[in-house]
């Protein structure tokens, strides 16, 4: 079979291969073989997936910039597997990778589509340049990689009637001015935002108004 494969025109006119020498024309074989799987494990290697979850999970934390004289915060995230980026104003914008290997993401609202590049130093993720129409910003990373926290909709829904209850409890002058009709409809109206599983930092802005 193997004298079959390698009498081809190509080999059979080759002055090293002529005549019947079928222990040359073995070597050749299997060096072919062994050069091609060679190749083949090399493209392997460089094709091998990522490790999504845990790259998520090294880029989640908090990223402090400075943009129109005060500091401002991103919050990077995962949710269901999903990476997730916060900001005042930009909130749960989905990270779409773009190229994993160079850390680089993109996000879209209704108003624009931003990108993000995290960049590593001494192994370490440390800062994440980002882009919004014209304006580019480098986020740093705070020290130590803060995750936040996220409580399920479940917790925050009670915490937040134990605050009304306190408030309720507590205030001297509640209902002065506005009847407890007007404020429960208020209440519940801020109740019914939470929809789904928040950070602590979420759940802040829907009750600190109250």
Not at 25 to 45: D, K, M, T
Not at 131 to 158: F, I, M, Q
Request: proline share 4%; hydrophobic share 40%; charged share 25%.
């Amino acid at each position: 079979m193997i004298k079959g494969l390698l009498a081809t025109p190509e080999l059979a006119s080759d002055p090293y291969l002529k005549g019947d020498n079928m222990a040359k024309r073995i070597f050749y074989f299997f060096l072919c073989i062994v050069i091609s799987g060679f190749h083949f494990c090399q493209v392997n290697a460089q094709e091998s997936p990522v490790d999504t979850l845990g790259l998520y999970s090294e880029l989640a934390g908090d990223y402090e910039y400075y943009f129109n004289d005060r500091y401002s915060r991103l919050t990077v995230y995962t949710h269901d597997g999903i990476l997730m980026v916060d900001e005042r104003g930009y909130p749960h914008l989905v990270m779409e990778p773009v190229d994993l290997g160079n850390l680089e993401f993109e996000a879209a609202d209704d108003r624009r589509l931003y990108s993000f590049r995290f960049q590593r130093k001494e192994g370490m993720i440390s800062n994440c340049v980002w882009n919004r129409g014209d304006e580019s910003l480098d986020a740093v990373r705070y020290k130590g990689g803060y995750v936040p926290v996220r409580l399920t909709k479940e917790e925050l829904r009670a915490d937040f009637r134990q605050m009304q209850s306190l408030i309720e409890k507590t205030h001297p002058i509640l209902y002065e001015f506005t009847n407890k009709e007007i404020f429960d409809k208020i209440f519940n109206k801020h109740y019914a935002l939470i929809s789904d599983d928040m950070s602590l930092e979420e759940f802040f802005r829907i009750a600190v108004p109250l």
